[in-house]
């Protein structure tokens, strides 16, 4: 069975970055036809879909991150990352990444989720 398991530091300071890996096992993030994406829920608000990358290294992002976010992967340790440059409090959230059929906002059913992470951006 395909696992997730996000990590990373639990608290940033704003204008700095925030990093997250995605360490996944029981499948390959090369597989074809799979997206890995990150997934982030801030404090009594809804999911927000951030971005992913596909099996060939292709990335897509959501419109209103795409100038501070970054998706990218090591295919020899089978994770993935996000960035996401320049952090305030707004991006204080819990962290999920997600396998996912398609590059989409729209979860489904099917899709496997990590256990997420709690990031806090504060000085």
């Known amino acids: 069975q395909v696992q997730l398991q996000e990590s990373g530091p639990g608290l940033v300071k704003p204008s700095q970055t925030l990093s997250l890996t995605c360490a996944v096992s029981g499948g390959s993030i090369t597989s074809y036809g799979l997206y890995w994406s990150w997934i982030r829920q801030p404090p009594g608000k809804g999911l927000e879909w951030m971005g992913a990358?596909?099996?060939?290294?292709?990335?897509y992002y959501r419109p209103s991150l795409k100038s501070r976010a970054s998706v990218s992967r090591d295919t020899s340790k089978n994770q993935f990352t996000l960035q996401l440059f320049s952090v305030t409090p707004e991006d204080t959230a819990t962290y999920y990444c997600?396998?996912?059929?398609?590059?989409?906002?729209?979860?489904?059913?099917?899709?496997?989720w990590g256990q997420g992470t709690q990031v806090t951006v504060s000085s």
């Open positions: 997600v396998t996912q059929n398609s590059p989409s906002s729209r979860t489904k059913a099917q899709d496997y």
């Open positions: 990358i596909g099996s060939s290294g292709s990335t």
